[in-house]
């Protein structure tokens, strides 16, 4: 950028201070380009009585470009640091625009050093702040794009829907399966431990089955899903995003609430509730391992006092939460993936916090449901 037509070779940068006046003033003068070695910035004084202000000249300047901008800046954090605020006097109109990026910069990485307690507590909890709000937005958009589904007007690939079910269901029953068992093995064991001391062996067969179809086997599973599945979903979305394929949906008028955000949406919440009952079955398979191997239980006594023990409100809450666990994951996945930055240390932030994040709020709704079942005697 050139403010005058002068022959860059016999063009050479100065800083100049005056400092006999009310207002100190620093002038700037010649070429500031990377080309040109850096001015030395004069010795500040300090700043004497009634001297707040300092001003910077630019009228001179021939030449200038970013090296301008970073002059400037040290020399501004100079002056500061001597007590003085600074103005800009004869520059471009552009100037005072970079130099507000410079400072914007600085104050998206602040320092740590000498911050208290309060303005960490107050730093966290308008980052928590700002977070709910996009999070809101984020419903708000989720829920226009469920409208548009309902009414057949939602744009996405049928085929990356049926990729997704497999994904996060065919390839996920083995890890389930295996969770699940074990974790009706242990029931089991505990159990015995307990029960035999009254010679009530048998009904370890109703605390496995109960307890697998009301809460362990949805939470299990969930939790699950959280780590493989809503992790990915955070993954894959925050590299859209690096990428700009997001920005690239939206030029060509596809949402990518209806093209990415929806499908992960049907997908998890149909599938949860059949890898939650397949996760209950594999508890109860755990169980009879345990009883018959273990506490002279026949496998036709264990099968019977199992058949009677399940009602049909526990398998139904069993598949509320499971439906419901299925929507926080599909969502946190995805707002994680949305808010991702470009870099790839941002995109595995994205991902830990989306599980993470819905491992908390599947515990909070399991807690809430059993508050609400035990009001409704359910």
């Avoid at 499908?263 to 345990?290: Q, W, Y």
């Avoid at 941002?346 to 059993?370: H, K, N, P, Y």
């Amino acid at each position: 950028m050139r403010r005058n037509h002068k022959n860059s070779k016999n063009c050479r940068s100065a800083i100049r201070g005056t400092w006999e006046a009310e207002k100190p003033k620093l002038s700037f003068s010649g070429c500031f380009t990377i080309h040109d070695p850096f001015a030395e910035i004069p010795e500040i004084p300090e700043a004497k009585k009634g001297q707040s202000e300092a001003l910077f000249d630019g009228s001179e300047i021939d030449e200038w470009d970013s090296s301008l901008i970073i002059q400037l800046d040290r020399c501004r954090d100079a002056f500061s640091a001597k007590g003085f605020s600074t103005k800009l006097i004869g520059f471009p109109g552009s100037i005072e625009t970079l130099l507000g990026r410079t400072d914007s910069t600085d104050e998206s990485t602040p320092s740590s050093d000498g911050e208290n307690f309060i303005h960490r507590l107050g730093g966290h909890g308008l980052e928590a702040w700002h977070g709910f709000c996009g999070f809101i937005l984020f419903l708000g958009e989720m829920t226009q794009s469920v409208g548009r589904l309902i009414k057949g007007k939602a744009i996405f690939q049928r085929a990356d829907l049926l990729h997704l079910l497999w994904d996060s269901t065919g390839k996920s029953i083995g890890i389930v399966f295996l969770i699940s068992f074990l974790t009706g093995l242990i029931l089991a064991f505990v159990g015995a431990i307990q029960l035999s001391q009254f010679g009530a062996n048998i009904f370890v067969a109703d605390l496995v089955s109960i307890a697998m179809f009301r809460e362990m086997g949805a939470m299990m599973t969930g939790i699950i899903l959280a780590g493989r599945t809503g992790s990915a979903f955070a993954a894959q979305i925050g590299s859209m995003k690096a990428n700009d394929e997001l920005n690239a949906l939206q030029t060509m008028g596809i949402s990518p609430f209806d093209f990415i955000v929806l499908p992960r949406l049907i997908a998890l919440t149909l599938t949860l509730p059949v890898l939650a009952f397949l996760a209950s079955l594999s508890g109860i398979l755990g169980g009879l391992t345990v009883s018959v191997g273990f506490m002279d239980i026949t496998m036709s006594q264990y099968l019977d006092k199992t058949s009677t023990s399940i009602a049909l409100s526990s398998f139904l809450s069993g598949t509320m939460k499971s439906f419901v666990f299925g929507c926080i994951i599909a969502l946190t996945g995805c707002f994680r993936g949305m808010g991702a930055g470009s870099s790839a240390e941002s995109v595995g932030r994205a991902a830990t916090s989306a599980v993470v994040t819905s491992i908390i709020w599947i515990i909070i709704a399991d807690a809430l449901f059993a508050v609400l079942f035990n009001l409704y005697g359910l």
